[in-house]
């Protein structure tokens, strides 16, 4: 589903951010990825979601090329992965039900599918009960659960998730966890960028260390040695 074949991100003459990097994540995957400030995991999202282009190597998504991905196609691979980062960027004059509802009025889909997935959604990440809320009468741990809701509203195949945890306390970083596995377990790939080695440690899944912009080693059900 996701493929990355000898990928290198040269910022400029003197920052590589990634090289020479391959992988490959199966559909239905929940993969972590860790390793150390500036060793290159947020260049890697964004090249998947064309925010920054590979300088050499193939990004493919599906038998999608996202490396050759048009301006105008943009959108549309955006909609087709969902992705969360760990600076919320909720609407403060919009409740949560209106956040998650201006996700797909921006595009441009019709008030009868609007009503019918943001409860959906919502329901999913357990904010049922405050929909009407706005963002500044949610805990952290909430707000970041709206923008998870958010993200599902195009029904994703893949979701991306830079640091997702980063601004949270243990007991909401396990429930955001457990939302992304969860959402995982329907069948949606995962990929999970995290400096957290209690969350990797207890997901017991695959994770990818990278080094200096280099896969230093890819474990099934590994463990955080950093
Ligand atoms: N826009 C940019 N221009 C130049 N260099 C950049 C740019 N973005 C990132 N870099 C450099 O590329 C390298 C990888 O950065 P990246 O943001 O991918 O790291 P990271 O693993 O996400 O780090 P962190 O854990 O701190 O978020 C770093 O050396 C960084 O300084
Ligand atoms: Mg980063």
């Known amino acids: 589903m996701i493929s990355l074949e000898s990928v290198s991100k040269k910022y400029n003459r003197k920052s590589v951010a ?10 239905g995957e929940m993969v972590s990825i860790v390793g150390q400030s500036g060793s290159g995991k947020t260049t890697l999202v964004k090249l998947l979601i ?54 797909l009025q921006v595009a441009g889909e019709s008030p009868f599918r609007i009503r019918e997935v943001v409860p959906e959604v919502i329901e999913i990440v357990g904010l049922q009960d405050k929909m009407s809320r706005y963002p500044h009468q949610l805990s952290g ?34 429930e955001i966890i457990d939302i992304l596995s969860k959402i995982n377990d329907f069948g ?24 200096g912009g280099q896969i230093v080693s890819d474990q099934q059900s590994g463990k955080y040695r950093l």
């Open 18 to 27: 990634l090289e020479d990097v391959s992988l490959f994540i199966e559909p």
């Open 50 to 103: 064309a925010e920054e282009r590979a300088s050499s190597g193939r990004v493919k998504i599906g038998d999608w090329d996202i490396t050759r991905v048009s301006r105008r196609d943009v959108p549309l691979l955006r909609r087709q992965i969902g992705v969360i980062f760990q600076d919320f960027k909720l609407l403060a004059k919009k409740t949560v039900y209106e956040n998650v509802a201006f996700a």
């Open 141 to 174: 741990g909430e707000q970041q659960r709206v923008v998870i809701a958010r993200s599902l509203v195009h029904r994703p195949k893949i979701i991306v998730a830079d640091e997702p945890t980063g601004n949270l306390d243990a007991i909401n970083t396990q």
């Open 188 to 211: 949606t790939t995962i990929l999970l960028v995290t400096h957290n080695k209690d969350v990797v440690n207890h997901l017991r899944k695959r994770v990818i260390t990278i080094h």
